[in-house]
């Protein structure tokens, strides 16, 4: 199935819900259910701002992908691999909704047409700002790239720490996921994906 077809099938973050309640009510509830006060000063406006900043942290399922490479694309004969290394990203993961982030790397082989150097961060955050996996954000990255650059391949690889697994459950602060998504040579050519991972490794952040 295509990027396109997944986020068609997506039901729409719609402002209401279908009762009329806001989010910002009904996380007054959830704080009342916590056993919080909600009319206590610091958190007067938490619902609202819980509700915003909500929002935003999934505001990728609005973002056109064809909006975001349109007038960023360009035909050369430059055939080398393109590798934006280190690109930061913030995302939720969808079983706890707690945040989950780290760095995604993702080069292209391409075939003709190149997208400007900016927008690939701009896909990252497209897809990171949703609800999440690790797993699911790395193939997604790879597979638009795929089907808007019409590329020789592409490779993503993704390293991340998860709250969840930081702040609950294992309480593991030091121990990261790492994910990789291979499309085209860099799948079916070792050469290609030994280039890409050697690139990779070249200046590797220490400690991460
Ligand atoms: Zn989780």
């Known amino acids: 199935m295509s990027c396109a077809n997944r986020d068609a ?20 509830q959830v704080l009342r259910k916590l ?10 406006k938490t619902p609202e701002r819980v509700e915003k900043a909500l929002r935003y942290l999934i505001s990728g399922y609005q973002v056109d992908l064809k909006k975001i490479v349109n007038g960023a694309m360009f035909t050369v004969k ?13 995302s939720l ?3 706890h909704m707690l945040p989950f982030f780290g760095k995604m790397h993702v080069a292209y082989l391409p075939r003709h047409k190149v997208v400007g150097l900016s927008k690939i961060p701009r896909v990252v955050d497209m897809f990171a700002r949703r609800l999440q996996l690790q797993e699911r954000l790395t193939q997604e990255v790879a597979q638009s ?11 993503v690889v993704c390293q991340a720490r998860h709250f969840c697994m930081m702040m609950r459950g294992v309480e593991k602060q030091h121990s990261g996921a790492v994910t990789s998504a291979m499309l085209g040579a860099f ?19 220490p400690g991460f």
């Open 9 to 28: 099938a997506r039901p729409a973050v719609e402002p209401e819900l279908e009762t009329g309640v806001s989010i910002a009510s009904l996380m007054e």
């Open 78 to 90: 430059y055939d080398e691999m393109v590798i934006v290394k280190d690109i930061e990203f913030f």
């Open 145 to 155: 790239l795929q089907q808007v650059l019409d590329p020789l391949g592409v490779g």
């Open 35 to 44: 056993g919080e006060d909600p009319g206590r000063e610091g958190l007067l």
């Open 187 to 205: 799948r079916d050519r070792k050469e290609t994906r030994d280039e890409f991972l050697g690139l990779l490794r070249m200046d590797s952040t």
């Open 93 to 95: 993961c969808e079983h």
